[in-house]
């Protein structure tokens, strides 16, 4: 009975604070953490780290040598690596450890593939290598290491001298009088921090077994503005600069109605950094899996007031960002993606960590969720009034009310009798479910996964070898070790149908709170001194956990349908490598204006990170937006690559027709341009999951060298072609928008009107009025009837929208394929290049090696920017011959619409317009 009051009475605390708001008391900040003092208390231009010359080898695309720390004499070992790509990767470990120190499995696609290393000047100080266009210049005293694109300097390591690696130690004995006999090797700051062996953070003690084992490390950008990356922050896109505060953090952690604009660290972690500048992009992955802080300096604002204090001395100075990663345990391993282009960085990183597969046609549709829908009536009736309100939906979903008291593979016997019944209502009209599946495992005897989790030695141990209990949902809760295989190929037959009953393959998983969440624990997640598979701790391995949760999921997805259909999994907690599994969201969020606007720089942060699929709650998790808000949130959403809508069991159930009859009306208008978009946002996630180009981009990815561009972030590019600036303030009657691209044009998608790029321009807008411009010399494909899910247009017909650039020229792509299955990757697919030249469009295969059927056909061609003056035009192709359609031209918009040319997609074919 004690047990089920206090698992009330936490509860009970804990949504106390989520009503008001994030208690910071709750989490560190740097001062509170001692690794972090140590690293941030190194002295700048004073590194006690050589790298000694004489013992450099080099063998074909590896150089090693020997660092020693000048203070307490330890060594450690160098290695830098020269990678395919424009990408170097350098090692520091400690060369005679007491005992191994972690290095991160997992994260990277195999192996990188290596380059060649060739000396290109030696001297006394330093050592140059090349491998292609990139090259390295290794200075010994003090250790520092130079990388260049071509003669381009673009990241330096260890250029303000930060470096810190604490060595395994043997713990000081204690004297007599209480005090600590310092280790003869150690000469350093930690024999006097009390922090360095064990440490408290509230009523939580942290032993610390293996001592002091920070590793840090400072990185120069040259000529870089700004810095971006890093996720997951609610803060700008842009970073800041951390002088005068916290480092940013990047350490998994289960944060209520997060506050915005600061760098606590919340549900994922990404180390990688993006660095850019007019003329270079470069970027560094720190690839390190413990709790990490990242210091940001030399931003924009103060790289101008530098050049002014400069120019005023007479000397120039080239604009620079500076980052400082520190990490509590792990080794240096780190990645230099050296561009020069924006896209090259990204598609760089991409390379290591992999890119998203291609997801399926209904995850890119709306999904309709809240925490939690009452019984299987309640699905019906909610999935019914889609129908009745006229409103496109994909996607049914079940929070973890729907459980048998929080046991997870179960069902309410009394709530969801009949699971597979209620799936396969949904599944006749063409939509999917998805439900929830958290890692807390509730400790109850009845229970088959407890028990077989016990029974096979499943669960993660305290430091003394004993299973750990937290306390989450179910209440008392232990937490199963996916470090271990065989933990992960446990969960991945519990996917199976036969053993997760009533689940069929049209139920896909959310995988929540696997930071993981323990409401009772440290920062609300687990000690650190917990041990998992091999030995390792927590303080080690956490920000992979979620990371490796999702991919016994995904595992179990792929099993139960022998790997032929694409699962969908929704992740909070994420890693990098997350990408290859799952989707994101930003986590639980508020409904408020400020939570609608950080969306945008949350998504994009994460999207130059390698993680495509992101979105926010539309409406926001916590409290009740309004009609205005509500609206504004769907027109934004309908924009984002995930797109669902969710909320707190405690809010006002806000599905669209709940609210007044115009609200209703604008909802359905979001959600009609999202349904119509679907080919091309479709397009984007094939073509990422080839190139690692994202979905949403910033506007420097594709105009780098337009400085104006650097540090927006309320509004993006979709792909290459559509320009989105979503409104994000109450009241709005206008937004400014800027159209970047000083020669591009841009149309309003809705009236077509034209606009120059390179300027900023008041737009007004009226609540049913959505920001968004298609770029001049661009085609858009779009499927114009919407119907009740996105799974029912596989042959609907297509129109294109020509926007000609001044060059009265335009080009675009379409991808096509079953929407479902893995058989695009045997090439059961349709990639097509649409270009308009010369008053002729064409559709030609990309890749003459795919092939699929389809019986959809093109419906309609419009053109925004022709001239008059065309009277008809002459479709051609294998299947309709030679014919000549209708066409119709507005001189008001100077738009021409071509009528029914009605030629199968699957050909290839052309329209001449005369």
């Known amino acids: 009975m004690w047990r089920r009051v206090l698992h009330l009475h936490l509860v009970f605390l804990i949504l106390l604070s989520s009503s008001l708001g994030v208690d910071r008391g709750n989490f560190k900040a740097c001062h509170q953490s001692s690794f972090c003092k140590r690293c941030r208390a190194v002295e700048p231009d004073k590194s006690v780290y050589v790298l000694h010359l004489n013992t450099l080898k080099i063998e074909d695309s590896v150089m090693s040598a020997e660092i020693q720390n000048t203070q307490n004499l330890v060594k450690f070992k160098f290695e830098l690596f020269s990678l395919s790509d424009a990408t170097f990767r350098m090692k ?334 949904l599944t006749a009209k063409g939509r999917k479910l998805v439900a929830i599946v958290d890692p807390h495992v509730k400790r109850d005897n009845s229970y088959f996964l407890h028990n077989d989790a016990e029974n096979n030695d499943f669960y993660i141990k305290n430091k003394d070898g004993k299973i750990y209990e937290g306390w989450c949902w179910p209440g008392s809760s232990s937490y199963p070790d996916f470090f271990n295989p065989a933990v992960r190929d446990y969960y991945k037959t519990r996917y199976l149908l036969e053993n997760y009953h009533g689940s069929t393959l049209d139920m896909h998983i959310w995988n929540d709170m696997n930071e993981p969440s323990v409401f009772n624990g440290p920062e609300v997640t687990i000690p650190k001194d917990v041990l998992h598979f091999g030995g390792w701790e927590n303080r080690d391995v956490h920000n992979q956990y979620g990371f490796m949760y999702t991919i016994a999921t995904y595992e179990g997805l792929m099993a139960r349908s022998n790997g032929k259909f694409r699962p969908f999994i929704l992740t909070r907690a994420f890693f990098a490598g997350s990408q290859r599994y799952t989707a994101m969201w930003t986590g639980d969020n508020t409904a408020d204006w400020g939570h609608l606007k950080i969306s945008i720089p949350m998504c994009l942060s994460v999207s130059v990170a390698g993680y495509p699929f992101c979105g926010a709650d539309v409406g926001g998790f916590f409290n009740n937006p309004n009609s205005e808000l509500i609206t504004r949130w769907y027109q934004a959403g309908a924009f984002q690559p995930f797109f669902r809508s969710h909320s707190h069991i405690d809010t006002k159930r806000r599905e669209p027709w709940l609210f007044d009859d115009a609200t209703l009306h604008h909802i359905r208008e979001a959600l009609n341009k999202r349904y119509a978009l679907l080919p091309y946002i479709y397009t984007l996630f094939f073509e990422h999951e080839i190139s690692g180009l994202p979905v949403m981009w910033p506007l420097w990815l594709e105009f780098p060298s337009e400085t104006a561009v650097f540090a927006v972030d309320d509004e993006y590019l979709l792909g290459d072609s559509l320009l989105v600036h979503p409104v994000t303030s109450p009241g709005a009657t206008e937004v400014t928008v800027y159209h970047p691209g000083v020669s591009e044009i841009w149309y309003d998608v809705d009236t077509y009107q034209k606009f120059e790029g390179g300027k900023h321009t008041k737009i007004p807008v009226t609540i049913d009025k959505i920001p968004v411009y298609q770029r001049g010399g661009k085609i858009i494909p779009k499927k114009e009837r919407i119907r009740r899910a996105s799974t029912l247009t596989l042959n609907d017909p297509f129109t294109l929208y020509v926007a000609l650039n001044q060059n009265k020229t335009a080009s675009g792509r379409l991808y096509m394929d079953d929407g479902e299955t893995f058989e695009y990757k045997k090439g059961a697919y349709l990639y097509l290049s649409l270009e308009f030249a010369g008053n002729k469009l064409t559709s030609r295969k990309i890749k003459k090696e795919g092939s699929f059927s389809t019986k959809s056909w093109l419906e309609r061609v419009v053109i925004m920017g022709i001239e008059s003056g065309i009277k008809s035009a002459v479709v051609e192709s294998k299947g309709t011959g030679k014919i000549t359609v209708n066409t119709i031209y507005d001189n008001n918009s100077n738009v021409l619409v071509v009528r029914k040319p009605s030629i199968n997609m699957a050909e290839e074919w052309s329209i001449l317009l005369q």
């Open 92 to 425: 520091i470990n400690e060369l005679s450890p007491l005992k191994p120190r972690y290095e991160v499995e997992h994260v990277l696609v195999g192996e990188p593939q290596l380059e060649r290393l060739e000396v290109k000047e030696r001297a006394a100080e330093y050592i140059i290598v090349s491998s292609g266009n990139i090259k390295a210049k290794i200075y010994g005293t003090p250790f520092r290491v130079d990388f260049y694109h071509g003669d381009s300097l673009a990241v330096t390591a260890n250029a303000k001298g930060l470096m810190k690696f604490e060595h395994i130690r043997i713990k000081p004995e204690s004297k007599d009088d209480g005090s600590e006999q310092p280790d003869n090797q150690v000469n350093d700051d930690t024999a006097s921090d009390p922090g360095a062996w064990e440490e408290n953070f509230k009523s939580h003690h942290d032993s610390k077994p293996n001592g002091p084992t920070a590793v840090a490390l400072d990185f120069t950008f040259a000529g870089a503005h700004y810095a971006y990356g890093i996720p997951l922050h609610a803060d700008s896109f842009a970073l800041k600069s951390t002088k005068n505060g916290d480092p940013y953090r990047l350490f998994n952690l289960d944060v209520f109605e997060y506050e915005l604009n600061n760098p606590m660290a919340l549900y994922g972690s990404i180390p990688m950094l993006v660095a850019h500048g007019p003329s270079i992009t470069s970027g560094v992955f720190w690839l390190n899996a413990a709790e990490t802080w990242v210091d940001i300096e030399g931003t924009h604002d103060q790289n101008v007031m530098s050049s002014i204090v400069n120019f005023v001395s007479g000397s120039v100075r080239t604009p620079e960002v500076n980052a400082h990663f520190m990490s509590e345990s792990g080794i240096i391993d780190v990645f230099f993606m050296l561009g020069p282009e924006p896209k090259n960085v990204v598609q760089q990183y991409a390379k290591l960590t992999g890119t998203t597969p291609l997801p399926p046609y209904f995850a890119i549709g709306y999904h309709q969720s809240r925490w939690n829908y009452n019984d299987q009536d309640d699905v019906r009736n909610v999935d019914a009034k889609f129908d009745e309100y006229n409103l496109p939906m994909d996607v049914m979903w079940l929070d973890i009310e729907h459980t048998d008291n929080k046991k997870y593979f179960t069902w309410d016997s009394r709530r969801f009798s009949q699971p597979a019944e209620m799936i396969n209502n």
